[in-house]
């Protein structure tokens, strides 16, 4: 079966985000599948997977906030910044007051610098920064600059608290809780990781492979499927007429729209019987606007 749109999946403890693709890439028979934003195998919760062309939504998806919830603890220090890692250092924590738990994770708040993981998923010279560590290669990530909306202080049970960040493109939890140890200076790593949200997708509507392999078997995966256009709602829409979809469609720019004001760098497009059609994109330069992704039905 042909299969397009995005599913909302809670990706199980154990299993890496490749593998649950992999899974359903065999699953559904469908050729373009792609997730976006890797979870850890420990992590769990929220995981988008796009399906057919909901696969060309990707890139503006990972534009989107998370938010997680963070189980750490303190006085224990991983080369991997959780308990899947080898324990580097282990500290007494008997003087650590919530107080200060709480001062230290004011400091995350807003643009903060932060280092990731040596056992991360991105990449050095083609190489997965995990990969090299493995091998027994040390290469420092590169520091780089990350948005925190909020962090906020759930539970306090010492050695053990949960903290739940809400955060932009590219942050780790587990360099948050890493971080935070340092600042403490007792150390700390993250014992359990459960991603709540991710742009318009909530834990509470996520599905667990059981429920999306019976979906498949009887033919009712639509009722968890959402549209192509659900990450894109932030966006002002445009319904365009016949010649315009035609021009659109074989990727002819457009003069700027007098229906709608300027409110941002991207419109939806949709032709007049409600297809989504296109995502345009305005060029300064031109003083146009360009389709970027096209859909076809």
């Known amino acids: 079966m042909s299969v397009d749109g995005i599913l909302n999946v809670n990706k199980p403890k154990g299993k890496t985000s490749y593998s649950v693709v992999a899974w359903l890439k065999r699953l559904s028979g469908e050729k373009h599948v792609g997730h976006a934003g890797t979870l850890d195998p420990l992590a769990t919760g929220v995981l ?71 056992y991360s998923a991105l990449k050095h010279r083609g190489w997965r920064y995990y990969e090299l560590a493995r091998s027994g ?18 539970e306090w049970s010492p050695p053990f608290l949960v903290i739940e960040v809400k955060c932009g493109k590219g942050t780790y939890t587990r360099s948050i809780a890493h971080e935070l140890g340092q600042a403490l200076g007792c150390g700390a790593c993250v014992a359990d990781l459960v991603r709540l949200t991710y742009g318009p997708f909530h834990i509470d509507q996520a599905v667990s492979l059981l429920e999306i392999e019976t979906a498949f078997n009887t033919g009712s995966l639509t009722q968890f499927l959402f549209p192509l256009d659900a990450v894109l709602l932030s966006w002002s829409a ?15 720019p457009l003069p700027l729209f007098e229906e709608l004001p300027f409110s941002s760098e991207y419109r939806r497009v949709y032709a007049a019987d409600g297809r989504f059609i296109a995502v345009l994109r305005f060029s300064t330069r031109t003083g146009l606007w360009h389709p970027i992704r096209i859909f076809s039905q």
């Open 137 to 154: 290669i040390s290469v420092e990530p590169k520091v780089r600059q990350v948005q925190i909306f909020s962090i906020k202080l759930m």
């Open 48 to 118: 988008p997977v796009c399906f057919g062309q909901s696969t060309k939504v990707i890139q503006f998806l990972m534009n989107s906030s998370k938010t997680y919830s963070a189980k750490v603890r303190l006085g224990v220090t991983t080369d991997t910044y959780d308990s899947d890692g080898k324990i580097i250092s282990s500290s007494d924590i008997t003087n650590i007051t919530r107080e200060q738990v709480e001062e230290a994770l004011a400091s995350f708040q807003g643009f903060i610098k932060q280092t990731p993981p040596v």
């Open 238 to 252: 445009l319904v365009v007429t016949e010649e315009r979809e035609f021009l659109i469609k074989n990727g002819c």
